[in-house]
């Protein structure tokens, strides 16, 4: 087996699998966070070159693994991977705590993606920095190189007079 990711392998479409989560019990606090999950989810699928085939939500723990969403999200993916198993598709979440709170539910639920065929792009994580792990190309972003970041002196402060002096 390659030390390439799944994804940078496949001659075919790349699909993708929105997983969307919150614990929130207030209405607007929910929405809020399921909308900027969906956008930066949406974002992490464009730059990986891969149509949105779906979308699952869940409410509620992420300590938990039984999950209605994740698991009709398990059966969407058996569907895909059925339908044409040339396809590279991706389980995008927002962050490692969209999946799960604690480590035990984390390892399982990504085994679960893997064995459905399915590879698990969480999109906090800069593409760069997937490259850099796994040493292989993902797409465009293969001639790129993590940058650090350009260090500019802090302007030196003027110095305030005491504000507290005794007269």
């Known amino acids: 087996m390659s030390d390439q990711p799944r994804g940078s392998q496949s001659a075919g479409p790349r699909l993708a699998v929105l997983y969307l989560r919150t614990a929130s019990s207030h209405q607007a606090n929910r929405d809020m966070a399921i909308v900027a999950q969906q956008h930066v989810c949406s974002r992490r699928a464009h730059e990986l070159g891969a149509t949105v085939a ?7 723990s992420g300590l938990s693994i039984e999950r209605p ?66 040493g292989s190309s993902l797409g465009h972003y293969a001639n790129q190189r993590p940058r650090s970041p350009s260090v500019r002196p802090h302007p030196r402060r003027k110095e305030q007079p005491p504000t507290n002096q005794e007269g």
Do not use: C, K
Request: proline letters at 1%.
């Open 54 to 60: 779906g979308e699952f939500v869940d409410f509620g």
């Open 69 to 134: 969403g994740f698991t009709a999200l398990l059966a969407r993916l058996a569907e895909l991977r059925a339908q044409n198993a040339e396809a590279t598709v991706f389980v995008i979440a927002a962050n490692h705590a969209r999946i799960a709170r604690s480590i035990e539910a984390y390892s399982r639920m990504s085994w679960q993606i893997d064995q459905a065929g399915a590879e698990l792009n969480v999109a906090s994580i800069p593409l760069v920095i997937y490259e850099a792990i796994s």
